[in-house]
């Protein structure tokens, strides 16, 4: 068993002092920006107000063509005194001048605009830029009033390109027999990207796979941690090879492009970038085009010499441009949204992982180190009272094990029901499909065998236990929605009405219930409907709905070549899950729980439709409904299925008012927040809050907000969590969130051993006695196939080869932050790891692989399901 992990995170070092970097910075000047506000407003017909203007475009082509160029201001083009460029020395004048003239010409094209063009260019001519010389700390950061590190804005761009910069100047080879490896330097919305270039392929499956390994640089902060963090994670990017892409309306690719400097020796100058463009099939004009705000799209304007290829080559041929033409090269980068397939598998093993890691660590030293290691949290335990294993050479203890889950299971589900009985409509495409899925959801529930029979309808008695079975046939409404070609008029409004016309006849289809019901549907996943708003799944979940039954989608069996069982197995269970039924596991703790403490999970749905608080609340003690859900409607807990089944109607859930802003949305959200802990004060309540989800609308989640035992409100001062219930803690939750917040992980191993994984619950070495943040790992699912630990990707052997092939899973981290764990009674404090060791625990059950959050959370956010399924009540949304 490991006893420490090892974040892919760095901080920067004390023993060294402060890094210091003298740069060079410029500004976008008032004049600018009036007159080219003003210039930009001429075209403007959108019926949403006009942002401001598209710099974005403008410094991507700036870091595509001008050397040096490290980072760029968010904001600049609005607040004159944010610094615009910032370079490690200055740009000549005349690079930035073409690049910014170029770009201004951009602006308004159009015929009609070219007097107002000539005008501005004459005027914003006769302003040169500006360039002052800085000194900028990377490592000097404010603190808030509990200690947080507060790093100044301009790090979170500067400090990542800074860190990938330096990395790229050095190749990797993990063993001396492997070529090297060298990185081109790519910038995201998010941190900065090294990705390898140039990229690899392995030559099974045909051959012509390729892939380049990515490292991600990201800048983060670590409640009531005073410094900074540095998080650095790696993983593969599979490239489209191949004669031809196809790219649907509404569907675009991103493209990273190579290309030779437009200043100075072109030919032999060092490449050290990537720039991110994109290709998006333009319905107008009939053909693919570059996207609007593409780096690409000038280049060709600045560079009167050379030739930039069409989108429409590059789709053409994908693999001839992966490779290069002409001193230029362009890699489009795969995804499974574009109906390809890879034989690349993503992800890296842990021992690969390891090894960039240290990479990384001799980079950026002295100036970095690596964060310290984390150890197990001592005295607490790291998994509930869970079912023993049993192993398949042992039959008979497997069948007691099987029993006792599926009586826990009836014993959930009787809970859910109250009483009533279960109606299920198994519907499917195929007539041999529903023998499978009737036999199945027997056997979850532990129904006698005898009962099921090849009948249309059913019924099943048995432990306390009635369901009402139907049998049926999807039909037409399993055809794709029929919708008009892009660029018809009134397109949206006509898909609209189809996908109402579907809804109405699934509706139709199906007696209305108003006991408990549930259809488990065999519908094809939604790559099979390429064409654009022709998926029916949201359009039948609503209809479905308006019958009284909740939908488990289930991908047809016959002719498949995956695993049928275990996608069975999961539907099953999660139509089980929908109805509200909860088989507890019960947490383990040095000290007793709070007498009938209950879990709440909170969670914010976001649409076009405006937010939606889900809460989600667990009372493991129930005899029935054990699982509830707050409808801010009726004031109320109602069921989770009923719940679920209201949140699909259309518009429900969502208040559009006129005049609402996002500063409105979040008082609500508040609001709503504040109405909920009211409702929990009569018991002891464990409210568990994802922050990443939550923070943009309760504010008072930043890491730099939070002060230890108090919650927060806008236009509150901060009060002891006391002042909300008595018996109420709090506990924060971060996972990645597509920003990669959390840190890349690995156990490590004596030297010579492969890096491998471990669960647990993690804290830093250092034993403080007030540590309130820890990181809780959770284990392999079990229906992932198990690959060797040393497996490699990034090696010239037979082996790495084939390893390129295999598809590697990472447990998913979550930081847990023990935030409000003051006690009632003061002579007898809580223990903030016993609170966390509680969160970790609710990821584990007897019925599902690890969850990647606590139950209550994961299912408020398995509500998204329903709640983005129903329709737009406002025209405007349009």
């Keep these: ?393 042992k039959p008979e203890q497997r069948e007691r ?101 579907r809804r109405l006849a699934a509706g139709a289809a199906f007696p209305r219930l108003d006991a408990p019901a549930i259809a488990l549907v065999e519908l094809p996943g939604g790559d099979r409907f390429t064409e654009p708003d022709s998926d029916p799944k949201s359009a039948l979940r609503l209809g479905f709905a308006d019958s009284g039954r909740l939908t488990q989608f289930i991908r047809p069996l016959p002719g498949s070549d995956d695993d049928v069982d275990q996608r069975l197995r999961s539907a099953c269970l999660d139509a089980c899950r929908q109805l509200g039924a909860f088989t507890s596991a019960e947490p383990r703790t040095r000290s007793p729980l709070p007498t009938g403490l209950q879990y709440v999970g909170l969670w914010v749905v976001r649409a076009a439709q405006g937010r939606l608080l889900v809460a989600v609340r667990v009372r493991p003690g129930e005899e029935v409904q054990q699982v509830t859900a707050w409808d801010d409607r009726v004031k109320d807990w109602v069921p989770y299925r009923r719940f679920l089944l209201t949140s699909s109607t259309a518009g429900a859930p969502f208040r559009i008012k006129g005049g609402r802003n996002a500063a409105d949305d979040r008082l609500d959200v508040e609001r709503r927040i504040r109405s909920i802990l009211y409702q929990c004060r009569d018991r002891p309540t464990l409210l568990l809050v994802n922050s990443g989800n939550l923070r943009e609308s309760w504010p008072s989640l930043l890491n730099g907000s939070l002060v230890k035992d108090h919650l927060g409100f806008t236009g509150i001062h901060d009060q002891r969590v006391g002042a909300y219930g008595e018996e109420l803690r709090v506990v924060l939750l971060r996972d990645r969130n597509s920003r990669e917040e959390v840190p890349q992980w690995y156990a490590p191993t004596p030297e010579g051993k492969p890096a491998g994984f471990a669960s647990g619950l993690w804290c830093p070495g250092d034993g403080q006695s007030d540590n309130r943040v820890f990181a809780s790992t959770a284990d392999l699912p079990r229906s992932f196939p198990k690959t060797p630990r040393g497996l490699r990707k990034l090696g010239d052997d037979v082996l790495s080869h084939y390893g390129a092939t295999v598809s590697a899973w990472n447990p998913q981290y979550v930081e847990i932050t023990s935030l409000c764990v003051a006690s009632a009674d003061e002579d007898s404090p809580d223990s903030p790891a016993e609170w966390a060791s509680v969160a970790h625990q609710q990821r584990f059950h007897n019925e599902y692989d690890p969850l990647a959050q606590p139950f209550p959370v994961h299912l408020a956010k398995k509500a998204e399901e329903y709640c983005l399924s129903a329709e737009p009540i406002d025209d405007e949304l349009e």
Aim: charged letters at 25%; proline letters at 7%; a positive charge.
């Design 1 to 393: 068993m490991y006893n420490q992990i090892r974040t892919c995170a760095f901080e920067p070092d004390p023993s060294r002092g402060p890094w210091v970097e003298q740069l060079h910075v410029a500004k976008f000047a008032e004049q600018w920006r009036i007159e080219l506000t003003d210039l930009y407003a001429l075209g403007w017909r959108s019926r949403e107000a006009m942002a401001g203007l598209p710099v974005r475009h403008l410094n991507q082509v700036l870091r595509a063509v001008a050397p040096g160029v490290l980072a760029t201001g968010r904001g600049a083009a609005a607040d004159p005194s944010v610094p615009w460029i910032y370079t490690d020395g200055e740009v000549p004048a005349e690079v930035v001048r073409a690049a910014f003239l170029t770009w201004v010409m951009s602006l308004r094209p159009e015929p009609e605009h070219q007097g107002a063009l000539d005008r501005v260019l004459d005027l914003i001519s006769s302003t040169a830029v500006e360039w002052l010389p800085v000194e900028v700390d990377l490592t000097s950061v404010d603190l808030s009033a509990a200690g947080t590190a507060l790093p100044p804005r301009r790090l979170y761009s500067l400090l990542p390109e800074l860190v990938a910069t330096r990395l790229a100047q050095r190749s990797f080879r993990a063993r001396e027999s492997d070529r090297e490896t060298r990185f081109r330097v790519v910038n995201r919305d998010q941190g900065t990207e090294l990705v390898s270039w140039p990229p690899r392929s392995t030559p099974f499956d045909g051959g012509g796979h390729f892939y380049s390994v990515v490292v991600r640089v990201t800048c983060h902060t670590v409640p009531f941690a005073a410094s900074l963090r540095v998080h650095v994670s790696t993983g593969i990017r599979r490239w489209v090879a191949g004669d031809r892409l196809f790219l649907p309306h509404r569907r675009s690719a991103t493209a990273l492009v190579d290309t030779p400097s437009l200043w100075g020796d072109g030919a032999t100058a060092a490449r050290t970038r990537l720039s991110v463009n994109s290709i998006r099939y333009d319905a107008r004009q009939g053909r693919v085009v570059w996207g609007r705000n593409s780096p690409i799209g000038l280049l060709g304007d600045l560079d009167i010499i050379g030739s930039y290829p069409k989108a429409e080559e590059v789709v053409s041929s994908p693999e001839t441009w992966l490779m290069g033409r002409e001193k230029k090269a362009v890699g489009l980068v795969h995804s499974t949204a574009l109906e390809t397939t890879h034989a690349v598998g993503t992800g890296l093993m842990p021992d690969e992982r390891a090894e960039l890691d240290q990479w990384v660590a001799e980079g950026v030293k002295p100036l970095l180190r690596r964060v310290p290691d984390l150890v197990r949290v001592p005295r607490v335990r790291n998994k509930p009272v869970l079912l023993p294993a049993a192993p398949k050479t």
């Design 401 to 501: 094990l099987d029993w006792q889950i599926e009586a826990d299971r009836r014993r959930g589900l009787r809970a859910a029901l109250a009483g009533e009985p279960l109606h299920l409509d198994v519907v499917t495409i195929f007539p041999e499909s529903a023998d499978r899925i009737l036999r199945e959801f027997a056997r979850r529930l532990g129904c006698p065998e005898e009962q099921v029979t090849s009948e249309v309808r059913q019924r099943w008695t048995f432990d306390g236990l009635e369901v009402r079975l139907a049998v049926s046939s999807l039909g037409d409404l399993a055809r794709k929605v029929d919708v008009p070609k892009s660029g018809t008029p009134h397109r949206p409004a006509a898909v609209r009405e189809a996908h109402r016309a």
